[in-house]
């Protein structure tokens, strides 16, 4: 039996910028209508992008145990693969895709990965992520390459004068919305957890705005993994009208219960990458992290909130579990009033 063309994407880093290779796997799927795609993802992440129809085939590895590597090395040996995409920096990927038999494998560029793949793009670090990943596809695709050449997408990081977010261009966006979901709901979904603590806003000031939000006769859900779920707990002690879902759901299930909601609060963490792609609202907490890095939520109807009154921004690519400087003024000083003034009474849309 003749074996179906293939191409691997390689993306096993956090959940978040799993989200954030979307457009570049529609562009994929776009570009390559025959070809399925394979997606080689972190453990337990792979079940949204398969069951939602966004990649054909998921194979999971995990960090620092070399046999899983192995097995999906020999399990792509079945398939008849085209092209390797590798958006991932870390060395281990590299290493991973070099082992993978394809004429043709691009990744980023760097000081040695022109050993490893047959073309490399530079990593454009000003760019927002989903940019950067996009833009390794322009050697494949004129469109796409003439497209990104229009100019320094820098500007799609930062807050206008509104101190809003400019349009996206349609052809960076977010191609193809998930399965349908409600337009109005009134369920406001909040997620007070992070990977990394100095990037978790206070308890106190999440448990303000769900107070604010059931004042305005909304359903507040929290939600989050097992780690997170002693903070909704103590939130949920301040609002006893809140639901309380945080430890109880899978994340393909917590994806499900985004579905149902109008607007997502959480810190700057996958759930804002999540709700993004849904087309759902978002106000994301920044801490320790800033916008220039590139990973805001993708989406127009985005608002960030952050605190611009300290320099010792960013501290790090991703946060730590403790404050360098010890104040974590970077949350400590951001008020309930910060968010609760971007939403209207009416509709939870943004407010001007």
């Not at 690519?317 to 949350?331: E, L, N, S």
């Amino acid at each position: 039996m003749q074996k179906k063309p293939s191409i691997v994407f390689i993306q096993t880093a956090f959940i978040g910028d799993l989200f954030l290779s979307l457009p570049t796997i529609d562009r994929l799927k776009l570009k390559y209508p025959v070809h399925q795609i394979i997606l080689i993802c972190k453990k337990g992440l792979s079940e949204i992008f398969i069951k939602e129809n966004k990649v054909d085939l998921a194979y999971e590895v995990e960090k620092n145990k070399s046999k899983s590597y192995t097995d999906v090395l020999n399990a792509l040996k079945n398939h008849q693969i085209d092209l390797v995409i590798c958006p991932h920096l870390s060395f281990r990927s590299t290493l991973f895709a070099a082992r993978i038999k394809s004429l043709k494998k691009i990744g980023f560029k760097n000081w040695c990965n022109f050993l490893f793949f047959s073309e490399t793009v530079i990593y454009q670090k000003k760019w927002p992520d989903v940019i950067r990943q996009l833009n390794i596809l322009s050697v494949l695709d004129s469109d796409l390459k003439n497209e990104i050449s229009k100019s320094n997408w820098t500007y799609l990081n930062l807050k206008n004068k509104k101190n809003q977010f400019d349009h996206i261009p349609s052809i960076f966006a977010f191609q193809q919305p998930f399965k349908n979901r409600p337009l109005r709901s009134q369920i406001v979904a909040i997620f007070p957890g992070s990977v990394w603590k100095t990037k978790q806003w206070s308890t106190a000031g999440f448990s303000e705005v769900a107070a604010d939000l059931i004042l305005k006769n909304k359903i507040v859900i929290l939600l989050g993994g097992p780690a997170e779920k002693n903070i909704c707990d103590e939130i949920q002690s301040m609002n006893p009208k809140v639901i309380n879902l945080a430890g109880q759901l899978s994340l393909y299930q917590s994806f499900l219960e985004l579905k149902k909601c109008e607007l997502v609060i959480c810190n700057d963490s996958a759930p804002s990458h999540m709700a993004a792609s849904l087309g759902i609202p978002v106000i994301s907490i920044f801490g320790p992290t800033t916008l220039d890095l590139g990973f805001r939520p993708w989406a127009d109807h985005v608002h960030v909130v952050e605190n611009l009154n300290i320099n010792c921004r960013p501290c790090g690519a991703h946060g730590h579990h403790r404050c360098p400087k010890i104040h974590h003024r970077c949350m400590v000083d951001i008020k309930s009033n910060a968010v609760t003034d971007l939403i209207t009474p009416k509709d939870n849309q943004f407010s001007d």
